[in-house]
């Protein structure tokens, strides 16, 4: 809870990922890779519920071992490949009731700490924002973004006046790192989405914004587990 308001966290685990099969239960560092975001909602200040929506008996299973509350099985619709994703956030709202503040948490983020996810809260609380979501600074300037039509000729993603190819004369772009979401939740059943005109973000470092959808990707996260000396 904070200034009165209720928090519940709701940690997304369909089982039908295709790219990485069983990629919520992948072993990561020695447990599954759901249980880090388990581990780290458990440790928020402020998270006063934290819930598994899942479709999988199996991922139910596994996240009740790890200490998850798995208080319904997510419907099949709501898991299909082209679900919209803030829909079973939506459900699980619905079905668990009495909330103020919800907090979206995806397993594919395992090395988003409990303090990234009480930052976001306070933050959610303190900038008169309707929703915070974190994100990583990129590498690349947005002027050096093209896309390619159908010929293969590069087509800006800018308008041409915002073009520049020295990367010390464009400003500083982020992307979401897909590991912490925050807004109310009657703003959430309302709008159906966390990003809009009125979306703070909060800046998390790289090393902790590996958002996992892709082999190479757990392949990189299994290399830093093993850094003896990683900052995590």
């Known amino acids: 809870m904070i200034d009165g308001q209720s928090v519940l966290a709701i940690v997304p685990a369909r089982g039908g990922s295709k790219g990485i099969p069983d990629k919520n239960i992948r072993e990561l560092g020695g447990k ?58 939506i459900h699980a709202i619905r079905e668990v009731g009495g909330y103020d503040v919800v907090v979206l948490l995806q397993p594919t983020s395992p090395f988003r700490t409990a303090e990234d996810i009480d930052r976001c809260i306070e933050a959610y609380r303190t900038a008169g924002a309707v929703s ?31 073009l520049s190819l020295r990367r010390q004369d464009s400003a500083q772009a982020y992307a979401l790192n897909g590991a912490v979401y925050v807004s109310s939740c009657e703003a959430v059943m309302r709008l159906k989405t966390f990003i809009h005109d009125n979306t703070y973000g909060y800046v998390m470092p790289k090393e902790r914004s590996i958002d996992i959808d892709t082999p190479l990707d757990l392949l990189w996260a299994e290399f830093l587990c093993r850094l003896p000396d990683r900052h995590l």
Do not use: H
């Open 32 to 89: 599954p890779l759901l249980a880090w975001t388990l581990e780290a909602a458990k440790r928020s200040r402020y998270i006063d519920a934290c819930v598994v929506s899942t479709d999988s008996p199996r991922i139910a299973e596994v996240a009740k071992q790890w200490g998850g509350n798995v208080p319904f099985l997510r419907p099949a619709e709501l898991a299909r490949d082209d679900t919209p994703g803030i829909e079973p956030v």
């Open 132 to 162: 915070v979501v974190s994100v990583t600074a990129v590498d690349k300037p947005l002027s050096w973004m093209f896309e390619l039509d159908g010929n293969g000729t590069l087509r800006a993603a800018l308008p041409e006046s915002a």
